[in-house]
């Protein structure tokens, strides 16, 4: 189904900067308030067996993908509902990462665009990567994977003047169910999302390759996202993070050096913008595989077009305003994500371990 091959590189480098994400624009497991770090730290740990989970059902079956496995497991009748499953995941997934950027770019520098402008644009240059392929999408999100080490030298070292650690003490002043709650928020989103790339990253020989994807690809980004959360935090404070709509882009507004370098954040926007912008791509990528296998389709491009316009048009439905996406993404989102990204996918490993152990013993 999917001809376009990665390589190991480039797989981590996608899942990386997925993980990173829109967290580089809204910041890691908020609810913690002050302890979302530690909240980030307990959730990296927490994940860790559940991509390993993940990597084992491709480990299982090499050169499939989810659906195809499913479709060896279940059958091809059941294989379809995991198929409308995925592909709804995808496009709603894309659509609200797409009005998330949309918001982000109007506050920061585009407040007087109409809104649906900004959309259009994201959705044209989506379409464009999407028609590429996967394995054009691989090399440019390697290649921005060497320029974010950059950002990460380089932000820090200027964000230390500024640094004020009673911004994070005292630790769990509020106890630990803040904490407890950061920690959920955290997995649901952004560290099991990586659940959709289940669906493309099956083209590799080896079983080994699908554990170091899915254990370096996630942790590193993750680890980003955790330099980020803090750094933001002891920049800004507990009260700004809470309540900023877009926290982490705060303290960059904060950067000069002398009296010449300053409002550097106009130029460390494209960054964020891309990160963002491969998160919006593979999630419409597993729409469109998921579209894909539904429809028992021999190529997905020819339906980029109208699956993105599809998304396009959703995203400026998804939410209204930022106290609206709260309310999404706390209420409405995180137990969706649990479902979708957790038990969906332990139920198909659990049927997937027990169709191994049948047919094992059948050879016997």
């Not at 990173?20 to 860790?48: D, H, R």
Request: no cysteine.
């Amino acid at each position: 189904m999917n001809t376009d091959k990665l390589t190991e590189r480039q797989a981590i480098s996608i899942m990386a900067m997925f993980t990173l994400g829109t967290g580089m624009i809204t910041g890691g497991a908020n609810p913690a308030a002050e302890n979302a770090w530690l909240a980030m730290l307990i959730a990296i740990l927490v994940s860790f067996p559940i991509q390993m989970m993940y990597a084992r059902m491709l480990s299982n079956y090499p050169g499939k993908n989810i659906l195809q496995i499913t479709d060896i497991t279940f059958g091809k009748l059941i294989s379809k509902i995991f198929s409308i499953i995925f592909l709804w995941n995808g496009i709603y997934l894309s659509a609200l990462l797409i009005r998330v950027f949309d918001q982000f770019m109007s506050v920061v520098g585009l407040n007087a665009t109409p809104q649906i402008i900004i959309i259009t644009v994201i959705i044209i240059v989506a379409m464009q990567m999407l028609k590429s392929g996967i394995k054009v999408f691989g090399k440019w999100s390697e290649l921005f994977l060497y320029i974010l080490f950059f950002y990460f030298i380089f932000i820090p070292l200027t964000l230390i003047p500024l640094l004020n650690i009673d911004n994070i003490v005292p630790i769990m002043y509020d106890g630990i169910e803040p904490v407890y709650k950061g920690v959920i928020y955290a997995i649901a989103f952004p560290l099991t999302q990586n659940f959709i790339f289940l669906l493309y990253f099956n083209n590799f020989k080896e079983k080994k390759s699908y554990y170091k994807i899915f254990a370096i690809g996630p942790a590193f980004g993750a680890f980003l996202l955790f330099i980020v959360v803090i750094f933001t935090i002891l920049v800004i404070g507990k009260d700004s993070y809470v309540e900023s709509v877009f926290p982490p882009y705060l303290p960059i507004r904060r950067i000069s050096i002398g009296s010449f370098f300053q409002r550097l954040e106009m130029i460390l926007l494209l960054e964020y913008i891309y990160v963002a912008f491969v998160k919006v791509v593979a999630s419409l990528f597993s729409a469109l595989i998921s579209f894909q296998h539904l429809f028992k389709l021999k190529n997905y491009k020819t339906f980029v077009i109208p699956i993105t316009l599809l998304v396009g048009v959703l995203s400026y439905l998804t939410y209204s305003d930022y106290l609206d996406y709260h309310y999404i993404t706390s209420e409405v989102y995180l137990p969706y994500a649990i479902v979708v990204n957790i038990l969906v996918p332990f139920i198909i490993f659990i049927a997937e371990e027990i169709k191994l152990k049948r047919d094992s013993k059948k050879k016997i």
